[in-house]
């Protein structure tokens, strides 16, 4: 594997006809953390379902490219193949699909016919992420996200995550809802994907999440574009003194999408 | 009313009998039902219309074909449902309508135990066959395709099991359709007589298409005091083929019949599956599974009548309608006066994948007694596009995403089949009519 580079240029994004992007750019490498804050209603969710290509999100203007392939032209299933990984806020949950089985789908999804993971290693690589992630085993025979608290819901996300190793995730408030031990799970989870080849984007609304996982870069979104972007120290500025200096420096009076 | 086309006469039905040797009484049974055959209304299954449909015109009566002679020559599709051959099998084979292969245990004959083909029940063991025989369950003079039934019986199965007798293998029968020409008539009879056991598991499979076929099936089903019947399907008949399907039985006190039904029919199939708990503290459990697919139109009426005191049952339904398939689900829970402290479940749900795929289920409880206890459960919904979404998002294809909601939305259904050998044909019966 080598480094990937996901490139977001001028992105302009609708739902139902309204406009909630208005020019997003942004560009992520392998082995690069970014994080995306910025209040509620500024565009951030937005962002991470139209990189993954939500079915109704229109993206209306600009262009995504992954390694230079053009993303938009994708389909979903595609897009996941390329390399690209959204951690979602809201699961959704599919019964009768065991979270064992769907996971090994999505596993053998990126290899050929005849070539399917075996069994064992399977099992025991599911194991031992389960493991990391304090995860009861009796997880993996349960049908996929149904009757999991909110806390479960997201260590099986970070369980995705750590068996199909993308090349670029998108973690969407991964840490909405966790307790503090619960956070420190997932962040380890997080963590141990660093390399070289892994970039990720982190979306939240709290600096708690960066306490754990240091962000290469912090990116601020108002109005459904980045209005500012920062090191590690623009997330700790955010964290003690709110989101009001920016507004006045940028003279933005409400900071959600119109 | 229009004239309807008839592919056979009386003296078809006069031969057919004669050269099968048959008793004196079947003949004048299928005489009498072929008489009323043309005077009776089709039956009425609840929001399909069938009276375009095709039960009437078929290629030929019966016809006759080389008998398989082992299990090799067998159709690879019946094969996979028979499994490894081994001495201790009880299994029917039925080439059109031509009986093939029987294999009986000694355990079972001499147990006292009959399994036979229709014809040679008919003939050898008419006394005892003439008490079943559309007697107790199933009237002839019903409606047009139970009388037609009677009068074009051409194939099927007997099943007697004695008193005290308790068989765990299942005893198989597979009804192969490999012949365009080919009508099946089949005729099943299972009885248990008191505090027996069994399991038997049917197949219908075609391997052939067809351009007009008929399938008129009935099963009656006799549980005897305290005597345990459950009852496997599968069936796999090709497009083009219209089928009546009635599954009937019949409880004494303290009796149970479990059916497992899986309906994977490509044609137009009108299925009909009713248990009259009779028999104070009789049990009733339906399992159903369907897939719909191509222009296929299926009425499912699915029913329990309670007549004795502390009756339970229980009907689960779960379909899954592809392409412009349309299914309706009845379910109908009926408790007679007088069947006090009983108990009727039901849940039916259906799940549409396309646009132009229609279901319907309608839950229908009738109570007549006060003292009693029912429930029922129904949803008819499309797939939901965030879960497609979700499962295409870790790389999944679109057409892996909708096998595994199929699975799953069956698999409630299929994981609690009773009959172990139903399950895993149908997981692999599911899965091919879900990926085409």
Known sequence: MSQSTLTIKDLHVSIDGKEILKGVNLEIKGGEFHAIMGPNGTGKSTLSSAIMGHPKYEVTQGSITLDGEDVLEMEVDERARAGLFLAMQYPSEITGVTNAEFLRSAVNSRREEGDEISLMKFIRQMDNNMDLLEMDQDMAQRYLNEGFSGGEKKRNEILQLMTIEPKIAILDEIDSGLDIDALKVVSKGINKMRSEDFGCLMITHYQRLLNYITPDFVHVMMQGKIVKSGGAELAERLEAEGYDWIKQELGIEDETVQ | MTETKWSVDEAAIREFSAANNEPAWLLNARLDAFSKAEDLPLPKPDKTKIDKWNFTEFGAHHVQSAPFKSFSELPEAAQAVIGEESSTQNVYVQRNNTPSILNISDELKEAGVIFTDFATAAKEHSEVFQKFFMQQVVKADEHKLTALHAALVNGGVFLYVPKNVEITEPIQAVFIHDDAQAALFNHVVVAADANSK?????????????????????????????????????????????????????????????????????????????????????????????????????NFTTKVVHFGKHTEGYILKHGVMKDEAKSIFNGIGKIEHGASKSNAEQESRVLMLSEKARGDANPILLIDEDDVTAGHAASVGRVDPLQLYYLMSRGITKQEAERLVIHGFLAPVVNNLPIENVKKQLTGVIERKVRQ
């Open chain 2, 198 to 298: 069994i399991t038997y598991v049917e197949n219908y499979i075609s391997t052939v298409k067809t351009e007009q076929g008929v399938a008129n099936i009935v099963t009656e089903v006799i549980a005897g005091d305290n005597a345990q019947v459950s009852y496997g399907a599968v069936d796999t008949l090709a497009e083009n083929v219209t089928t009546y399907v009635n599954r009937r039985g019949i409880t004494s006190p303290n009796a149970r019949i479990d059916w497992s039904l899986g309906i994977m029919n490509d044609g137009n199939t009108v299925s009909e599956n009713v248990t009259n708990l009779i028999g104070d503290g009789s049990f009733a459990d339906t399992k159903m599974v369907v897939v719909g697919r191509g222009k296929q139109s299926m």
